[in-house]
């Protein structure tokens, strides 16, 4: 993996998958969600890091011309440090209870 790409182009169905076709005639080959399949034949926007020679890992892909959709990315590693601050807690006030019985 390597640096962050924004590219602009169409995207297009393959046999190996989804493929953005870039207006200096570039071929990308994308590693994307099912989410994007509904942009095939559009122009789109695609943020991601590069991967290979001609391989891109998509962060985003949006329709072209239109502002950059908000992402929201929950981090596996942020989810489970709220759920042992939660499970800490729980274990705390469960202890400080039944001390007072």
Not at 14 to 33: C, F, H, M
Not at 63 to 89: C, H, I, N, S
């Amino acid at each position: 993996m390597s640096s962050d790409e924004h590219l602009t182009g169409t995207l297009e169905q393959s046999p190996n998958g989804l493929v953005l076709r870039t207006d200096g005639g570039g071929a990308w080959e994308l590693d994307s969600t099912r989410s994007a399949r509904k942009l095939i034949g559009s122009r789109v926007e695609i943020i991601g890091q590069r991967s290979g020679f001609n391989g891109l890992v998509c962060d985003q892909i949006w329709p072209a011309g239109q502002p950059r959709p908000r992402g929201v990315k929950l981090r596996l590693e942020f989810l489970l440090t709220a759920a042992l601050v939660a499970y800490g807690l729980y274990a705390t006030i469960g202890a400080a209870i039944s001390t007072l019985r």
